[in-house]
């Protein structure tokens, strides 16, 4: 079975071809040196980007995988490229994101739906971001039910899964998401677009530095809601780290570090142990992370750390790129709806 996955929801032009479990090629266009110039990813300009690299990148992988090595290929020969014919279904994200960006990628898979007859399995990029749990794994590997922190810059919630396909939302932030507040946070400090990755370079190059540092406590308020509380809440915190930026006014390179240091501590420590309490309360086998801020090396060596005093399985995407927005979550999804009879509600055939 083919799979053409598509992923535009917000700023990053992104398709994969699929046979079958396996990711066969992958491209992704990022949009990140455009909307550095504003700040901000602003919807119809990312649109028009999209719009831009539509036919670039479905170019790209069609002519990338030879049809011929596949392991179900019988009548192509030798380096023979992927045609739209070969392709069995179309994947795209079709929620939640950026409206003008989403209508891009949706108007050329139903195209496609009309001219070649290809079925379009529509896909919610929430979900999407739990499956990219299954790229280079065995599905037996994932056993349930499980707990999935699912973390990005406008979501942060924690699912309750008994199943592949069901996903009850038991908790969730009250306010901003941590993702959220690393990007406003970078943004008090001016550490650019998108300011998350140097946030956690900096706390990484002052965490290098602490034995030369007297100890003190932490500069930022853990934000526990009481420890019982099942929600997450992280506005208090962006409210704290701007207090102490203005605080010191003129921010020299170390005054960054530590504030960098300080505001992923905080963020990292309640992220995890809420976690790991989900686990306790609901007595689950596996623990999950999804989404953005599972790209956090920190958060991850902290759950690591907490999943083997308790004696749990922590599971998280294999690749970086995979916590991102990406096609080939979309593509994986798409597969195991196909293969588990799931996707009636939402084929176009
Ligand atoms: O999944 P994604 O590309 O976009 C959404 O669907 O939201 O996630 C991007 C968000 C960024 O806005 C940032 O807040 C967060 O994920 N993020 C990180 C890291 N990598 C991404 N936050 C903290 N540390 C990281 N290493
Ligand atoms: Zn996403």
New binding site residues.
């Given amino acids: 079975m083919i799979i053409l996955a598509i992923e535009t929801?917000?700023d990053?032009t992104s398709i994969a071809l699929f046979e079958d479990t396996q990711l066969l090629v992958m491209e992704t266009k990022s949009q990140i040196k455009i909307h550095n110039q504003t700040g901000w990813v602003v919807p119809e300009v990312a649109a028009r980007e999209h719009a831009n690299s539509i036919f670039e990148v479905l170019a790209t992988v069609l002519d990338s995988v030879d049809v011929s090595t596949l392991t179900h290929s019988s009548e192509h020969s030798w380096g023979e490229k992927m045609n739209l014919t070969d392709i069995d279904y179309i994947a795209v994200t079709v929620k939640p994101?950026l409206i003008p960006s989403l209508l891009t990628w949706i108007t050329v898979a139903k195209t496609l739906w009309e001219m070649y007859s290809i079925p379009v399995i529509e896909i919610d990029?929430i979900q999407a971001?739990i499956f990219a749990n299954y790229l280079e794994r065995e599905e037996a590997d994932i056993e349930y039910p499980l707990v999935c922190l699912t973390?990005?810059?406008?979501?942060n919630e924690i699912y309750y899964k008994k199943e592949m396909f069901s996903s009850e939302k038991i908790w969730e932030t009250s306010d901003d998401?941590?993702?959220?507040a690393?990007?406003k946070v970078a943004k008090m400090m001016w550490l650019g677009y998108?300011g998350?990755?140097i946030?956690?370079e900096l706390a990484w190059v002052y965490a290098k530095n602490l034995w030369n540092i007297e100890s003190t406590s932490p500069l930022f308020p853990r934000v526990w809601l009481k420890k019982t509380e099942n929600d997450f809440s992280f506005s208090g915190l962006k409210s704290a780290v701007k207090r102490e930026v203005d605080a010191r006014w003129k921010l020299s390179d170390t005054d960054k570090q530590e504030i960098a240091y300080e505001f992923?501590n905080a963020v990292v420590e309640v992220l995890a142990y809420k976690l790991v309490q989900a686990w306790k309360n609901l007595g689950v086998k596996n623990i999950m992370l999804a989404?953005?801020?599972?790209?956090?090396?920190l958060?991850r060596e902290q759950i690591m750390k907490l999943s083997l005093e308790n004696s749990l399985r922590f599971l998280y995407p294999k690749k970086?790129s995979y916590?991102?927005?990406n096609a080939a979550m979309i593509g994986i999804m798409a597969y195991y709806q196909i293969k588990n009879n799931q996707v009636n509600a939402s084929i176009h055939s």
């Fill in positions: 929801s917000c990053d994101g990029h971001h973390v990005s810059g406008g979501h998401s941590a993702g959220e690393f990007d998108p998350w990755p946030i956690s992923q989404w953005g801020v599972g790209a956090n090396t958060l970086l916590c991102m927005d």
